[in-house]
């Protein structure tokens, strides 16, 4: 009878990165559960991570390369396609020019410590301005708010969200995302929570959301006016006094005041 091994591993699939355990049986799984000793996680699991044991046994998975002959695929080894790309990746080029080629990276990529180490490269010297990813549908403006605050795309401001006690979400529904940039595996115990302690939670948003559906509050507004909301907002803690000092430099903020009024 095969030994089995217990492996911790992390899920991938989504910004969580929820710590599992995985029992396995020679190469089979026989089972994938949420990891309890994870400080991050804490144990949560949801169903992409327990649906990995059915990707990785799925009879129908390709474990090959396929390429397509007529109306038929046939089986080719890895050294043949990857020469087979580069080809019709040049060819392509030469043809129509380096913007003919568009480039999506999908969210499993940013956890992928060859990917973020080495596509760059590869990406760079494709030379195309179609580039699209997971990012670019619900983040880039948090990287370039950061960019152009704090010098770094990266340098991104995150939530507290097991210590604070008022929490504003704008057009976020971190019960479906776990929080995209915030990370927070199990978000949905992690908002009880900060009710339970006395905590506030306002969702704004134009649909009744599954976080809304829970908040303390839930202000509907129209689409196309988060910047008049936004606007509103400064507006009242410049008006009423609730701004404070910085030591830090800051530049125009007189001109910005007088364009919020």
């Not at 474990?63 to 890895?78: F, L």
């Not at 939670?201 to 988060?226: K, N």
């Not at 907002?233 to 410049?238: D, P, Q, V, Y």
């Amino acid at each position: 009878m095969s030994e089995t091994t217990v492996h911790h591993r992390a899920c991938h699939l989504c910004e969580a990165i929820c710590g599992l355990t995985i029992q396995t049986e020679v190469e089979r799984i026989l089972s994938i559960k949420g990891d309890p000793l994870d400080p991050f996680s804490r144990g949560h699991i949801c169903p992409k991570a327990v649906a990995l044991q059915d990707i990785q046994h799925d009879p129908d998975r390709l474990r090959r390369p396929m390429r397509r002959q007529g109306t038929q695929w046939q089986a080719i080894e890895w050294d043949d396609a990857f020469a087979l790309v580069a080809e019709r990746l040049a060819e392509i080029r030469e043809r129509h020019g380096s913007n003919a080629v568009a480039v999506y990276q999908g969210n499993p990529s940013v956890h992928n410590y060859g990917l973020m180490t080495h596509s760059n490269y590869f990406l760079g010297l494709l030379k195309t301005r179609n580039r699209f990813s997971a990012t670019s549908v619900d983040q880039l403006p948090h990287h370039l708010i950061s960019y152009l605050m704090y010098g770094h795309g990266l340098l991104l401001p995150v939530p507290d969200i097991d210590h604070t006690d008022f929490m504003l979400i704008l057009g976020g529904n971190p019960l479906a995302s776990n929080g995209s940039i915030m990370t927070v595996p199990d978000v949905e115990k992690r908002l009880k929570t900060l009710r339970a302690r006395g905590g506030t939670l306002v969702v704004v948003d134009p649909r009744r959301s599954e976080t809304a559906a829970i908040a303390d509050r839930h202000l509907f507004v129209r689409p196309g006016q988060d910047a008049a909301l936004l606007f509103g907002l400064l507006n009242t803690l410049f008006e009423e006094g609730l701004t404070r000092a910085t030591p830090l430099p800051v530049d125009g903020l007189v001109e910005v005041r007088a364009a919020i009024a």
